[in-house]
């Protein structure tokens, strides 16, 4: 049975002047252990969707369930890892930040919070850089420690938008393989959204192609929505 599963979902800004369909009808399952891609040209909603998944927008139409249960708010089952790197805490450091994020939200104890935060920096290579303040670390180093602490919540599937697009093409391929090594031997589900076909190939068990023109479906309030 599927882990995740989005039926026939559409999902609409709504403007001051317009509804805005960023996607139409979109159906998938997601699989245990699956590292499945949403790849599509930016703009085509795979942002809108991930940020569906994650409870943090409801759908006009159909349903996003997680382990048979309807999705309806943000929640520490979904984590989410995005491509800026702000989201850490800049008093805290890379250790406090990461046992932060499990004592607030997971709701695991101290003891064991510390020693899953210092399990999941070391997967990411941080040992060295535990006591570091954010601000003293490069970009991708500060991307280590955002995808260390999603990891450590222990996620039913860890959902990351577009995680690698501000990285040089060096320190990106590297990390690619580096996440890719970890999930292989963790079977970690992760929902991975790009735009670069080469990347979804390298990280995708399964890809799902989203066609560019959903988002441009748009309609004026109040009218009827055309129909496809
Ligand atoms: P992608 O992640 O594939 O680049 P998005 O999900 O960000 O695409 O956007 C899909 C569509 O929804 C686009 O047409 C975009 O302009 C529109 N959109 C995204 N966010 C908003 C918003 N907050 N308000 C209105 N329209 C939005
Ligand atoms: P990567 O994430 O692949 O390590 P980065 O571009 O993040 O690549 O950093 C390149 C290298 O520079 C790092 O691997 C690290 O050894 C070093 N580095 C970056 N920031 C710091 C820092 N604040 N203190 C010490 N070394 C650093």
Same mark, same amino acid.
């Given at each position: &049975? ?5 039926? #026939? ?14 996607? $139409?009808?979109?159906? /998938?399952?997601?699989? =245990?252990? #699956? *590292? ?43 984590? @989410?890892? /995005? ?9 805290? &450091?890379? +250790? ?9 939200? *997971? *709701?695991? =104890? ?5 020693? +899953?935060?210092? !399990?999941?920096? #070391?997967? %990411?290579?941080?040992?060295? /850089?535990?006591? !570091?303040?954010?601000? @003293?670390?490069?970009?991708? @180093?500060?991307? $280590?420690?955002?995808?260390? $602490? ?9 959902? @990351? ?10 320190? +990106?391929?590297?990390?690619? #393989?580096?996440?890719? *090594?970890?999930?292989?031997? &963790? $079977? /970690?589900? %992760?929902?991975? %959204? ?7 190939? +390298? ?20 009218? %009827?929505?055309?129909?496809?």
């Amino acid at each position: &049975t599927p882990l995740l599963s989005v039926k #026939d979902v559409t999902l609409q800004y709504k403007t001051p002047d317009a509804l805005v369909t960023a996607t $139409r009808r979109v159906s /998938f399952d997601v699989y =245990p252990s #699956d *590292r499945f891609v949403l790849l599509g040209p930016s703009g085509c909603g795979k942002s809108t969707i991930l940020k569906a998944i994650g409870g943090y927008l409801t759908p006009v139409e159909g349903s996003i369930s997680l382990k048979g249960t309807g999705v309806t708010e943000p929640g520490p089952d979904r984590m @989410m890892v /995005f491509q800026e790197f702000d989201q850490l805490l800049p008093w805290k &450091t890379v +250790r406090e930040n990461v046992v932060f994020a499990l004592t607030s939200s *997971r *709701r695991v =104890p101290a003891s064991e919070a510390a020693e +899953r935060a210092r !399990s999941y920096i #070391d997967k %990411v290579g941080l040992t060295k /850089f535990i006591d !570091s303040y954010p601000h @003293m670390l490069s970009g991708g @180093m500060k991307q $280590r420690v955002a995808i260390a $602490r999603g990891m450590a919540m222990e996620p039913d599937v860890l959902l @990351m938008d577009e995680p690698f697009a501000a990285l040089d093409a060096l320190t +990106r391929r590297k990390m690619q #393989d580096e996440l890719l *090594r970890l999930w292989d031997d &963790t $079977r /970690f589900t %992760v929902l991975f %959204v790009t735009h670069s076909i080469e990347e979804a190939i +390298r990280i995708g068990t399964r890809i799902l192609l989203l066609s560019p023109h959903p988002g441009e479906v748009k309609a004026e309030l109040n009218s %009827v929505p055309p129909e496809e």
